[in-house]
């Protein structure tokens, strides 16, 4: 069973396209996490959510907007893609934050043209 | 910005112990120190999570002062799908939850 889960795991698009990334987990955890690597390797945070309830929100472009459904999923937003946008994107999931262990998904790699 | 700093790469070679010591001098007294690995086109998989002083389990150990404004990853006997990048992350509650660059671990034969 596969513990978070991201689709898709490639996206290519064009800029100015708007297109989601959907995040499931299935460990019963509370919290889950956006993150953005990019080409450098840095893995930035982006959001979290805490039973459904925003708690992390960084500095990231309003074109990002995260939406969370229920405990088990976290989808991402991307409105008006930029070529700057292009990363590998990751969800995480913990059963709280920091001094709990994070489960990463596989990542989905965006590429804008 | 993240709040370590850590060497970018390493060399070793299998059968060595490999110490990776990450820096973070401003580490609050609600912060926790935690270790991932990535392997490439994944994502990071947790080591070890430590406090203070030293915490071992079946992989790792990790040893913290204790002024604890760094901390090292101690990983035994390595080999060669040892090799992979390592974060570490200090953070507590909502802060700081930014990854630095890592550390590249290679391992030669």
């Known amino acids: 069973d596969t513990a978070v889960s991201q689709t898709p795991k490639y996206l290519v698009t064009q800029m100015g396209n708007d297109k989601s990334i959907k995040c499931e987990q299935n460990?019963?955890?509370?919290?889950m996490y956006w993150y953005k690597q990019d080409s450098k390797k840095f893995l930035k945070i982006m959001f979290s959510?805490?039973?459904?309830?925003?708690?992390i929100n960084e500095t990231v472009p309003n074109r990002f907007s995260p939406k969370s459904p229920d405990k088990a999923h976290l989808n991402l937003h991307i409105n008006s893609l930029e070529l700057g946008d292009s990363a590998v994107y990751f969800c995480?999931?913990?059963?709280?934050?920091?001094?709990?262990?994070?489960?990463f998904g596989p990542g989905t790699r965006l590429t804008v043209t | 910005l993240a709040k370590t700093t850590q060497p970018i790469s390493m060399d070793s070679y299998e059968g060595q112990e490999v110490n990776i010591t990450c820096s973070h001098n401003n580490i609050a007294t609600n912060d926790y120190i935690t270790w991932y690995q990535q392997f490439p086109s994944q994502g990071p998989r947790f080591i070890i999570q430590?406090?203070?002083t030293k915490v071992t389990n079946e992989v790792a150990s990790l040893f913290i002062p204790a002024d604890r404004k760094s901390s090292t990853l101690s990983l035994p006997r390595v080999s060669l799908s040892d090799t992979a990048v390592y974060y570490c992350l200090v953070a507590g509650g909502a802060d700081g939850l930014t990854f630095g660059k890592g550390t590249h671990l290679i391992i030669q034969p």
């Open positions: 995480a999931s913990s059963p709280g934050l920091a001094e709990y262990e994070q489960y």
């Open positions: 430590g406090y203070k």
């Open positions: 460990l019963g955890h509370d919290t």
């Open positions: 959510y805490n039973n459904k309830e925003l708690i």
